[in-house]
Each structure stands twice: as C-alpha cells, then as structure tokens.
C-alpha cells in the first residue's frame, strides 16, 4: 500500500480560491435568477411590511435576465392582483420599489372615499378588533388613523387610512396592456401609482415573499446604537 503525500501549502490554496469562486458564482446566480434579499426604508406599506424589515423576493416567477444586464430570458408573467412586488421605480431605475399590485393589464382602476374599486366593484373592507392591534403597537394606531383588513380576489391583507380627507379620489383609469397600478398599504402615505403612474412589467425584480429579520431602529438597546429586533416578525410570511 502507497501512502498518500497531504497536499501542500499551494495545493490548499488554490482548493480555498475554487472553492470561493464556486461559491460566489452560485450567490450571483442566485441573486440574478432565484431570490434577493432588500431592506425596507420607509413605512409607505406599512402595517404590513415596516422601516426595518428586511425580506426575501423570489424573482423566477417574473423572468429571468442575464446577469448585470436589463437583457430578459424569459419574460416575467403578469403578478396577480394582491401580490407585494419589488420594481425598479419608473423614473428613476437605479432604485428599487416595494408596493402591491391592485390593477393588472385591462382593469378599470378607481378610488372613491379612499376605497379601491377595480371594474367597478368595490374591494371588500373589515373594521379590526382592538386585540388585533397589539401587535402594531409601534405604529400610530390611535384615534387618527383607521386599520382595516382589505380583501381583493379572495386574498386578505392589512391597510391603514389616516382620519378625515374622506373625498381622496382616483380615477377611474384602465391599465394598459404593459402596465400594473401599484399601491402602499399606508394609503395615505405612500408614494404610488397615484403620483407617478403605472409600472411596466419590464421593470419587476421579484416577489415579496419573507420577512427574515425585522430591526426597530426608533427603539435602539439601551445606552448603545444598536437597534430592537423585533423578534415578533422574525421568518413572517408576506401576505
């Protein structure tokens, strides 16, 4: 029997090098083709994602592009009406956007008193219980600001609604053909479709899927710069 010499210093180092290159050459495909991670900035939507969290959007569903390029493989199927969507924003692509589709192509869009008619039905809306609250407790839930469980195509989630300013109207606006109405769930503050228009289905990036951590920068640990975790939010699924 021969015995085996170990490999040498050289031998090692390059083993560490290809193993590193195999391993950012699968994150780059995975970050081009399959799942990204982004942080949320701001609270335009609010309750359902907070500033802080950071999520998870899967990008297969809406085409596949090559790397470090707009150039599309296949091109991205049109989201439903509900989906949470990350895009590049229409007037400035070097930023990424997060809303949820509420008009796909061929809808008539419209809001009246602040509710979302799509083809002239009125999405169904349900007052929340004071216990269903609690878990928004660093949000201004107060006599301000009403929350309410907004139901579209059979698929719930959460928006909230600043008091008064009942006559906020829109439309009514039928959604072109390459085209999705966006909103924030903090309707009343959000910067949207409202404002800027429609998003083409060539700028979508992926799918809002998970909430993997969620920071709370507002309440730091004490005597220290380090945000909360809200722990409450930690691997929540994005309705």
């Not at 590193?20 to 995975?30: D, N, S």
């Not at 939507?45 to 297969?60: E, H, R, S, V, Y």
Request: aromatic share 10%; charged share 30%; proline share 7%.
């Amino acid at each position: 029997m021969t015995e085996q010499k170990p490999p040498s210093e050289k031998g090692l180092i390059r083993e560490y090098v290809e193993s590193l290159f195999v391993a950012i050459i699968i994150a780059l495909i995975l970050r081009s083709f399959v799942i990204a991670a982004y942080k949320i900035p701001t609270g335009s939507m609010a309750p359902t994602l907070k500033a802080g969290d950071c999520i998870f959007a899967w990008k297969l569903p809406y085409g596949l592009r090559i790397p470090f390029t707009r150039i599309s493989i296949i091109q991205p199927q049109i989201p439903d009406r509900g989906d949470v969507i990350v895009f590049r924003y229409p007037e400035d692509e070097s930023l990424s956007f997060i809303k949820r589709v509420v008009g796909v192509p061929g809808d008539k869009i419209e809001i009246r008193q602040k509710r979302l008619y799509i083809n002239d039905k009125i999405s169904q809306y349900e007052n929340l219980k004071p216990a269903d609250l609690k878990v928004f407790d660093d949000l201004p839930h107060n006599e301000f600001h009403i929350f309410q469980k907004e139901t579209i195509d059979n698929k719930s989630h959460l928006v909230m609604f600043r008091r008064g300013e009942d006559e906020d109207s829109y439309g009514p606006e039928v959604v072109p053909e390459d085209r999705l109405f966006v909103l924030g769930d903090n309707r009343d503050s959000s910067d949207d479709s409202r404002f800027w228009g429609m998003v083409p289905l060539k700028n979508l990036e992926g799918r809002a899927i998970l909430i993997w951590c969620s920071f709370d920068w507002e309440k730091r640990i004490k005597n220290t710069g380090i945000p909360r975790v809200r722990t409450e939010r930690l691997l929540t699924v994005i309705h």
